[in-house]
Nanobody, 120 residues
Framework: QVQLVESGGGLVQAGGSLRLSCAAS????????MGWYRQAPGKQRELVVH???????TYADSVKGRFTLSRNNAKNTVYLQMNSLKPEDTALYYC??????????????WGQGTQVTVSS
């Protein structure tokens, strides 16, 4: 089976930085698209950033210029560097990955989330 594990969340002051990691493990043939979503209390889950298997990256307007996504294919890991954090960035951040594995030819997996809290 395939598992996604997020890490790196925490509590920071406005203007601070965090680096989130999402590692995929299991019987993986290939990871296609990967990305991050976030959900604040009482709000809908929203896309933060997405990267295709070919390396094309798309950021939400609210995080452009502040967040940077990178991918280490050898480690099956994606990283989200978050700088100049704002209180409105406070949310539960979820990793997702479109994975080809021995179980499924292609399936979208989700992590359990990591909390990011930015104080003002």
């Amino acid at each position: 089976q395939v598992q996604l594990v997020e890490s790196g969340g925490g509590l920071v002051q406005a203007g601070g930085s965090l680096r989130l990691s999402c590692a995929a493990s299991g019987s993986i043939f290939r990871i296609n698209d990967m990305g991050w979503y976030r959900q604040a209390p009482g709000k809908q889950r929203e896309l933060v950033v997405h990267i295709t298997g070919g390396g094309v990256t798309t950021y939400a307007d609210s995080v452009k210029g502040r967040f940077t996504l990178s991918r280490n294919n050898a480690k099956n890991t994606v990283y989200l560097q978050m700088n100049s954090l704002k209180p409105e960035d406070t949310a539960l951040y979820y990793c997702n990955a479109d994975v080809s594995s021995s179980v499924n030819s292609r399936f979208l997996y989700w992590g359990q989330g990591t909390q990011v809290t930015v104080s003002s």
